[in-house]
């Protein structure tokens, strides 16, 4: 990938460095308000999936929680108890800091603690359900990324992902190719400063690169490869975003 070089999990950490005390509103702005409707879809996916509620809340893993915006999202809609998982530390307290004004007068059922995809300080088959977003141009190596997401699901429980994409139709894809190189680094910059001005410019590239590695028909083969099934995939707003979901097989 373009800019990361041989180590994509301290690229990702020193790109997010300095963006956690505006990266909520920057998100929503930059990707027109498509964030939030991207990530309402990935929540509605797991939760679609998720088994009968029993005696116990469902206990969620949210990876690459960043500022805890899915986790929220899904302790409060969903009633269960999450994990939010990230690398980047500025990013974790930013989302302790939301975890806080979010739960004044009322318990917040959510943990996050720092740790990698790769390697999750989870056991084996002990989750309900894992969301994840904007990952995996962020790690050295997708399969193995996802089957270490796999094996800490239960038989049967849900995954479901948002990443962007690249528009296939050639007339948006000229739109968004225009947004991503020209727009969006002058926008980051206006809007955040030096460090979103960086994030502009490498997300373009970014993520062309990754489709062009990974296609969105070998991701699903890679899922399906890790252990999942019933594996689904869905372009959002003209193919500028994408959610994908399925189950660990066996349940």
Do not use: C, K
Not at 195 to 206: H, K, N, Y
């Amino acid at each position: 990938m373009r800019g990361v070089g041989n180590d994509p999990n301290r690229f990702a950490d020193e790109l997010f460095a300095g963006l956690p005390d505006r990266y909520d509103l920057l998100v929503e702005v930059l990707t027109f308000g498509q964030n939030r409707r991207w990530r309402r879809e990935m929540v509605d996916r797991l939760a679609d999936r998720l088994p009968a509620s029993g005696p116990r809340p469902p206990l969620l893993v949210d990876v690459a929680s960043g500022t805890a915006g899915v986790a929220l999202q899904l302790a409060g809609r969903l009633g269960a108890e999450v994990v939010g998982v990230d690398l980047s530390l500025p990013m974790l307290r930013r989302g302790q800091r939301n975890l806080q004004a979010r739960s004044v007068g009322r318990p917040h059922r959510v943990r996050l603690v720092a740790g990698r995809a790769e390697q999750l300080p989870l056991p084996d088959a002990s989750v309900d359900g894992i969301t994840f977003t904007y990952l995996l141009r962020y790690v050295a190596d997708v399969p193995s990324t996802l089957a270490e997401l796999t094996r800490v699901l239960r038989p049967g429980a849900p995954m479901a992902s948002l990443d962007f994409l690249a528009p296939p139709e050639p007339g948006w894809r000229a739109a968004w190719w225009g947004y991503t190189r020209l727009v969006l680094p002058a926008a980051g910059w206006l809007a955040g400063g030096p460090a979103w001005r960086r994030v502009g410019t490498f997300l373009g590239p970014s993520i062309e690169d990754h489709y062009r590695r990974h296609p969105v028909d070998d991701l699903v083969q890679a899922w399906r490869a890790a252990g999942m099934e019933e594996v689904g995939a869905r372009q959002m707003s003209l193919g500028g975003g994408l959610v994908m979901w399925g189950r660990r097989a066996g349940g």
